[in-house]
């Protein structure tokens, strides 16, 4: 009987060391539940092929600006063919010197990064994260025009129908997905929900002037189910199959950047603090073995 205690109390003196290493052991969800909505959907566009644009840029990067006329000129000729969302991440968003600001979020240091796409200069595009023959996935500014002309044929294998709920007041957030297969697809399928912000205004080098008052679009505020999504489908699905996905609950007025420090210094935590009447939701549903995206929808949320 003593030998049996001895080792209940061996393990629970473990247990207890072990436990004390953890850092940050509970994580607090960013929920919020609201009761008063304004609903808004795509129902008047979901219904055709569309591309996404990923600009990878940053508030000190000299050469981002032409990157932005770019999207903007790409806009302009495509409409709601085409999704842009501006990813601040690497070396040139970091705040520095005059630079102050941070507009980096956890998605785009993920996607930024060596488990992403090693992206190590700016502006570089991603278009549907697909390389597109003869380019790599990876492209310079003066490829992004000539490659979305080849995006805009991909096949439109999956339609999006996409409907948010927010409450101004309180800031949850409800984002509910049909996707609708158009065509018979064998491969699982993840999908992202993230949320853009425009007309956000603060410093910009461009080409070494620091322009005081830049007006930033399509700025990527954060990923609300996690940076690479969650699984959408998990099985074969035959045309006119569909599948039903669902974001209840997420707290916009609550969202944060954090920085891991090492321990024992604590991490760092940023506030990211949104103007809600500029805000757009951003679906996407990708190919969980090549990361190539299939769809996209927008949804301005009030």
């Excluded at 099985?235 to 007025?253: Q, T």
Aim: net charge neutral; charged share 20%.
């Amino acid at each position: 009987m003593k030998k049996i205690l001895s080792i209940f109390i061996l393990a629970t003196i473990i247990c207890f060391s072990s436990c004390d290493r953890i850092k940050s052991p509970i994580i607090k969800k960013n929920t919020v539940t609201g009761s008063s909505f304004v609903t808004k959907n795509n129902f008047a566009v979901y219904n055709y092929k569309k591309a996404l644009l990923e600009d990878y840029t940053g508030m000190r990067c000299p050469n981002c600006p032409e990157g932005t006329i770019i999207a903007e000129n790409l806009l302009a000729t495509y409409g709601n063919s085409l999704v842009v969302v501006a990813v601040h991440a690497g070396g040139l968003s970091n705040p520095f010197g005059n630079y102050t600001a941070d507009y980096r979020t956890e998605a785009g240091d993920k996607w930024n990064g060596s488990t992403g796409y090693g992206i190590v200069s700016y502006p570089t595009g991603l278009i549907n994260r697909k390389a597109y023959s003869p380019n790599d996935v990876k492209l310079d500014r003066t490829a992004w025009t000539s490659v979305m002309t080849t995006a805009m044929a991909d096949p439109f294998i999956v339609k999006l129908k996409v409907t948010t709920n927010y409450d101004t007041i309180v800031g949850a957030l409800n984002t509910d997905v049909t996707a609708i297969f158009n065509t018979a697809y064998a491969q699982n399928l993840n999908i992202s929900v993230l949320v853009t912000e425009d007309g956000i205004v603060g410093k910009q080098d461009d080409k070494g002037v620091e322009i005081e008052e830049y007006e930033f679009e399509h700025m990527m505020r954060g990923a609300l189910n996690s940076p690479w999504g969650e699984a959408l489908t998990t099985s074969a699905k035959a045309a006119n199959d569909s599948v039903k996905y669902s974001l209840p609950n997420f707290n916009l007025k609550g969202m944060a950047y954090v920085i891991d420090k090492p321990d024992p210094t604590p991490d760092v935590v940023k506030p990211i603090v949104v103007n809600d009447k500029k805000i757009s939701v951003i679906v996407f549903v990708y190919n969980a073995t090549t990361r190539e995206i299939l769809q996209v929808e927008k949804v301005k949320i009030r």
